[in-house]
């Protein structure tokens, strides 16, 4: 139950911060509008430093369109979301 409760804070403070870098970008860049940000793609590429890794991976697996929209989403929400879910799911009850 620790182990789950460590990876949802990870998770939590991952979701956090790629969420404060779009809010960064979006200053910088003067845009109001809620568009785009860093989808999960584009950091899964940054992360393996190969641009097209993601494609490939999708292509490879037979889950490409399953994973397709959590892929396409903005990094911030699949990985915010789920941290969300595990510290709900393994909090510590009374």
């Not at 097209?52 to 911030?76: C, D, F, H, K, M």
Request: charged share 15%; aromatic share 6%; hydrophobic share 50%.
């Amino acid at each position: 139950m620790v182990i789950f409760r460590i990876l949802a804070s990870l998770l939590l403070a991952a979701g956090l911060m790629l969420l404060g870098a779009d809010a960064l970008t979006w200053l910088e860049s003067g845009e109001a509008a809620f568009s785009g940000g860093r989808s999960g793609e584009h950091v899964l590429d940054l992360l393996m430093s190969q641009e097209g890794y993601t494609n490939g991976l999708l292509e490879n697996s037979g889950a490409g369109g399953i994973l397709q929209p959590i892929v396409e989403a903005p990094a911030w929400a699949p990985t915010g979301i789920l941290g969300l879910l595990l510290a709900i799911l393994f909090r510590r009850r009374d």
